[in-house]
């Protein structure tokens, strides 16, 4: 693996305990939408600790962008939201993992579905297939436990608006005043509803915490979608 520095240009707060860091990394090689890099910090003692993190920014894009939620116990994500400044220098691994990428010659439709911070890959496949002008069908399916916890609200909406991305709306916990749509846990019934049927043969992303990807996928399985065409990304935890 290679290590580049990146410089911390511009810090976004996205929701409570989420920031989006964006990096100008002057040697990256190029990545593909939808891959993951891994973030490396080096106490003064020298004491390493890396974490992975999917890169949130488009291929297209001048920076390298990523978007970390803070985990309370966590070792890494605290530091990375709460005591990185702009001007700081993190140190950056090249791009890893070509199983959950989308390219324009993947095709569609395109199912991407997440939990949470989960999200972070799809804002990267989003931005590439906009950029491409591509118009391949996409529904993004995006769980979050209240409306503030949404990340990217702003730029979802532009491209719902520009792009004809599709986006569902699931909370867990506490829905936005007068909703009627969906409020409860991704389950079955859930993705019945929202999925293209197993017949359209569409491309199934899943991202989010390792319970929810499970959760969602084995509920696909279940409906007779193929499990070769879903590809998962579990980010840990429960
Ligand atoms: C391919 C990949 C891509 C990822 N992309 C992102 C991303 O874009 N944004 C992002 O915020 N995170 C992402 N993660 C998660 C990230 O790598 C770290 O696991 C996370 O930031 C926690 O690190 P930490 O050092 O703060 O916590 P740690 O000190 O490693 O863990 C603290 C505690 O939290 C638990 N835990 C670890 N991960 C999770 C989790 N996801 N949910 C709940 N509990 C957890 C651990 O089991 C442990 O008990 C990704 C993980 C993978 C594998």
New binding site residues.
Partial sequence: MRWQEGRVAEIRDEAPGVRTLSLEVPEWPGHLAGQ?AELRLTAEDGYQ?A????I?SAPEDPRVE????R?D??????YLVEVVEPGDVLEVSSPI?LHFVWEEATGGPLLLIAGG?GV?PFRSILRHRAAIASDVPVRLVYSVRSPGDLIYRAELDDLVRRTGVELVEVYTRSAPPSWDGYARRIDRQILSEVAWPPEADARVYVCG?TGFVEAAAGALVDLGHAPERIKT??????
Avoid: K, M, Q, W
């Fill in positions: 993951h600790a974490r992975d993190y999917s949130a990523f978007t970390v939620e985990l116990d966590g070792e890494v994500s605290p993992g911070s972070v915490p990304e579990r980010y840990g935890g429960v």
